[in-house]
Each structure stands twice: as structure tokens, then as C-alpha cells.
């Protein structure tokens, strides 16, 4: 189509992305008139309206959705030229665009960053956190280049390349300290503090104690570990937590730690990536770095 830029279906798929024209245009880094200006253009190369527009967000039209659908194959395509140039010339460099899950990204990052700044030194890292089905999609429509998380993702479309294991650990009040450690049927009796809905975490907890969310009163929710650690000492209940946050989120919490018998709760924290991406042989280099600066 004569005039159509890859600009058009940039500022296009973050529109799509972000719902509203103030936030696209500061995603995109540029003026909000601009980004109108580039969308209307794009209009009038199609011959229709794309989005409709309300005061407070705008929604894709049947035609804009199938655009974006296009739209989305085009510039992952063209990013991984880019990638394929990149994977060419060694060791990785330039900009990476990485996520990561909360439950990983305070107790991890600050070990990986210093490891791949040392081992990677032109590497420009593009941090991310949000929650694994926030990553998983952006993986796939070329918004990220890999992200960290718990594994198994199953997705065909993703390499999974596994880092390390870690167990959880059970978080008490401090009275508790000298009681037994609480069997997974044990702990169906006790109030349960959980992540909230769409942290992986959550779902494997409740996994290893074999409960049901909609239970009601048996559970209470917090948006970080942090908040459940001192929800926890308050009296509020009890948690889990994984072994990797347990000295930063526990030394300011009036809490007693305890480690479960065998078989331990646990999950396996690995990095993700798309299977097309020309990075593949560099990514699988930066996971041995990773792997390695992962370890206590």
C-alpha cells in the first residue's frame, strides 16, 4: 500500500495497546496531536475508521482489528531483521527488552544486572515487570525479547530454558515458632494469606495445599510478598513465601520461618523466549550467566 510506514503501524499498535491517546503518545515518546495526526493518516490510507473515539477511551473497529492482527506479524518480523543483523555480529549488545514476574524481579534482578553488565558490557537492558500472562503475551507480539518467570509456560511458540529450583518456605507468626510445621491438610485449617488473582505464585500455593479459592474466609489477599509478610505478623494468618525472599522480606516482620518436609512445595524459575528469535544461541548464553548469578 503506497504510503504506508512502519511509523503508522507503530504508533498503530500502541494505540491498540494502551486504550487511550495521551498514554500512547507518551509510550511512543512523542505529542499527542502527532500521534492523532499519524492515525488519521493511516484512516485515510484505509479508506475507514480504525478506532472509535469516546471521551475517556477509544476501541478498534472490526477493520482496525484485523490490522492490528497484521499489523503485530509486521513489526515482529521486522524486529527480528534487526535481531538476525544482531546475532551476526557475537556476544549480544544493544537495547534488550526483558520482564520479569514480581515474585523474582527484588530478590533476583540486582544479582542478574551485575552479572550481565560484567560478562555483557554492551548490553542495554529494558526492564519489565508485570505478571506472567502480561509477559507471555507481550513475549509473543515482539514487545519483549525474553522475560523470567516460572516455568512450565507451554506455549510451542516459546523456548523455555530452566535456571534454577527453589522451595517454599512457610511464614508464621513468631509464637509459632516451636510448633510442629503444618501438613499441606493442616494448613486447610488455618487462614491462608495469598497474592491476588494472576500471580502465578498464588495458583502454586494453593496447589501445594490442595485448596480451593472460593472458599470463603479461608484465604486474604495482599498485592505484594512483602504486604503478606506483615500481614502475617500482625496475626492476620499465615503465608508462603519462596526461599530467594525470605532474608529481605522477613528481617523487618515479627516472623518465624519454617521449611517443610519432603516432598517440598516448590517451582522452577527459567527464562523465556520466542523460538523464531534470531537471539536464540545469545540468549541461551545470557541464560548460563543468568543460571549462574542465580545461584546463593
Same mark, same amino acid.
Given at each position: ?7 503508522? %503501524? ?14 500512547? &503518545? ?8 502527532? @500521534?492523532s495526526?499519524?492515525?488519521k493518516? $493511516?484512516?485515510? @490510507? ?13 476501541? %478498534? ?29 557475537? !556476544?549480544?549488545?544493544?537495547? $534488550? ?8 524481579? !527484588?530478590y533476583?534482578? !540486582? ?10 558490557? *554492551? ?14 503475551a #507481550?513475549?509473543?507480539?515482539?514487545? %519483549? ?5 516460572? $516455568?512450565?509456560?507451554s *506455549?510451542?511458540?516459546?523456548? #523455555?530454558? &530452566? %535456571? ?10 513468631? +509464637? ?7 501438613s ?12 491476588? +488473582?494472576?500471580?502465578?505464585?498464588? =495458583? ?12 470463603p ?10 504486604? @503478606? ?24 516482620? =515479627?516472623v ?28 541461551m ?7 549462574? &548469578?542465580?545461584?546463593?
Amino acid at each position: 500500500m503506497i504510503g504506508l510506514t512502519l511509523k503508522h %503501524l507503530r504508533y498503530f499498535q500502541a494505540l491498540a495497546q494502551h486504550r487511550h491517546f495521551g498514554r500512547a &503518545a507518551d509510550a511512543c515518546a512523542i505529542s499527542q496531536p502527532a @500521534l492523532s495526526l499519524q492515525i488519521k493518516e $493511516l484512516e485515510a @490510507l484505509f479508506g475507514v475508521a480504525l478506532v472509535e473515539r469516546n471521551a475517556r477511551e477509544i476501541r %478498534l473497529t472490526s477493520v482496525g482489528e484485523a490490522l492490528l492482527d497484521k499489523a503485530r506479524g509486521i513489526l515482529l518480523a521486522v524486529g527480528e531483521l534487526d535481531d538476525l543483523a544482531r546475532a551476526a555480529k557475537g !556476544p549480544l549488545a544493544g537495547r $534488550l527488552r526483558m520482564g520479569v514476574i514480581p515474585t523474582v524481579a !527484588p530478590y533476583l534482578l !540486582p544479582r542478574i544486572i551485575a552479572a550481565l553488565s560484567d560478562r555483557l558490557p *554492551e548490553l542495554d537492558l529494558h526492564l519489565r515487570e508485570a505478571m506472567t500472562e502480561v509477559l507471555i503475551a #507481550e513475549l509473543q507480539e515482539g514487545r %519483549l525479547d525474553v522475560a523470567i518467570l516460572a $516455568l512450565p509456560i507451554s *506455549e510451542p511458540t516459546l523456548t #523455555e530454558f &530452566a %535456571l534454577f529450583d527453589e522451595d517454599f518456605v512457610l511464614v508464621r507468626p513468631a +509464637e509459632d515458632a516451636g510448633n510442629p510445621v503444618p501438613s499441606p491438610q493442616t494448613l486447610q485449617t488455618m487462614r491462608l494469606l495469598l497474592l491476588e +488473582e494472576g500471580h502465578c505464585f498464588r =495458583d502454586q500455593a494453593l496447589s501445594f495445599c490442595q485448596m480451593d479459592a472460593t472458599r470463603p474466609g479461608a484465604l486474604m489477599e495482599g498485592s505484594s510478598l512483602s504486604t @503478606l509478610v506483615q500481614m502475617v505478623g500482625a496475626g492476620m494468618g499465615v503465608t508462603l513465601i519462596p526461599d530467594m525472599a525470605v532474608d529481605m522480606e522477613t528481617r523487618s516482620a =515479627d516472623v518465624a520461618i519454617a521449611r517443610f518436609p519432603a516432598p517440598r512445595p516448590r517451582r522452577t524459575i527459567g527464562m523465556v523466549w520466542r523460538k523464531s528469535n534470531p537471539l536464540a544461541e545469545q540468549l541461551m548464553q545470557m541464560g548460563a550467566i543468568v543460571r549462574g &548469578a542465580a545461584r546463593p
